[in-house]
């Protein structure tokens, strides 16, 4: 079975933090992704990664960075933390991004509230 | 611009019965459908998924169904069972999946004894 971590359940940082989300798979997938979560919006994609320090800008990136130095490992990363980006935090991974396999298996998120 | 929809925010069935969620898309590109299944608190869990070029794909009580013509994909649960209260996303992916999944805001289903 595919298992995706993610460091932290809940956190709680203050406006103006620097904040780290980190994921880890461990079935050697190529492709990780990060998503938020917010009601009435459903998922939305912020960053992925194809490769080791690869990326690619989702829908709403803005404020947001990402590090993938690992294959296993991608984080997320709030510059400056803003309320607005009080959320739930959803990473996934997929073996591939074409064809059969592109299902995407996620961990079971952060839920972060910026105050 | 939305380009999944699922309309219905909420859908009550009786345990036993069948559960149907429909979804809609606008993107003819989308030739990947897949649908979630997410608790509260919990990541969401991949269910079934089928590509575009079959019309349905079945595994155990779910069935999707997918009408190209039409841009519309449907969840069948049958029996429905208490566990499957939850909320159920369906998601959407190009060829190639350079944009990552696309996903719909969502529908609550909620499984009545």
């Known amino acids: 079975d595919v298992k995706v971590t993610q460091s932290s359940r809940y956190l709680v940082k203050r406006t103006g933090e620097k904040v780290f989300l980190e994921c880890v798979q461990d079935?050697?997938?190529?492709?990780m992704f990060w998503y938020r979560q917010d009601p009435g919006l459903g998922l939305r994609l912020i960053y992925f990664s194809y490769d080791v320090k690869m990326k690619e800008k989702g829908d709403i990136p803005e404020g947001y960075s990402v590090s993938r130095e690992k294959k296993e490992r991608f984080s997320l990363i709030l510059e400056s933390a803003s309320t607005n980006q009080t959320s739930m935090y959803l990473c996934a991974s997929s073996l591939f991004l074409g064809g059969a396999g592109r299902e995407q298996y996620f961990g079971p998120g952060t839920r972060l509230t910026v105050t | 611009d939305q380009q999944v929809k699922q309309n219905s925010p909420s859908l009550s069935v009786q345990e036993g019965r069948i559960s149907i969620l429909n979804c809609d898309y606008t993107n003819s590109m989308f030739d990947y459908f897949l649908w979630y299944k997410k608790y509260p608190a919990e990541g969401p869990t991949f269910l079934i998924s089928?590509?575009?070029?079959?019309d349905k794909n079945e595994d155990g009580r779910f069935t999707v169904f997918l009408n190209k013509s039409a841009k519309h994909l449907s969840l069948h649960i049958v029996p429905s069972q208490p566990g499957d209260s939850a909320v159920y996303f369906c998601?959407?992916?190009?060829?190639?999946?350079?944009?990552?999944?696309?996903f719909g805001k969502g529908t609550h289903l909620i499984i009545q004894p």
């Open positions: 089928i590509s575009s070029i079959k």
């Open positions: 079935m050697d997938h190529e492709n």
């Open positions: 998601a959407a992916i190009v060829g190639g999946g350079a944009d990552g999944l696309t």
